[in-house]
């Protein structure tokens, strides 16, 4: 499984990002995929996930207005879509997989990162004021 993230950069606060996750090496329809965001000393945050077998979708951060996360199934891409942005969402954004035996063991997907077992190298995002 190799996930890789793009996407990220220097950007004035109240402009927009899409950040882009690339999977390979796995069936994306048996795995959710998750977007995570990490600051230096704290652990990492769940942003949005997508279950790619039925298509549904859970928000985790307290903004989720913010953030739309989608998927190409045939690119085996997740995209998510950062608008408004504020320099709190200065992080780096890492894209992980998890796989089926928890993907699909609730009605939404997961989308903490103790259910996530396989991640990008991460993307830094930078948010000026």
């Known amino acids: 499984v190799q996930l890789v993230e793009s996407g990220g950069g220097l950007v004035q606060a109240g402009g927009s990002l899409r950040l882009s996750c690339e999977g390979s090496?796995?069936?994306?329809?048996?795995?959710?995929i998750g977007w995570f965001y990490q600051t230096p000393g704290k652990q990492r945050v769940g942003v949005s996930c997508?279950?790619?077998?039925?298509?549904?979708?859970t928000y985790e951060h307290s903004d989720q207005g913010r953030f739309t996360i989608s998927a190409d199934r045939a690119k085996n891409m997740v995209y998510l879509e950062v608008n408004s942005l504020k320099p709190e969402d200065t992080a780096v954004y890492y894209c992980?997989?998890?796989?089926?035996?928890?993907?699909?063991?609730?009605?939404?997907?997961?989308?903490?990162?103790?259910?996530?077992?396989?991640w990008g190298q991460g993307t830094q995002v930078t948010v000026s004021s």
């Open positions: 997508i279950r790619h077998g039925d298509g549904s979708v």
């Open positions: 992980a997989a998890s796989p089926p035996w928890i993907a699909g063991a609730a009605r939404e997907p997961p989308c903490k990162d103790y259910e996530y077992d396989f």
């Open positions: 090496g796995f069936s994306f329809d048996d795995y959710a």
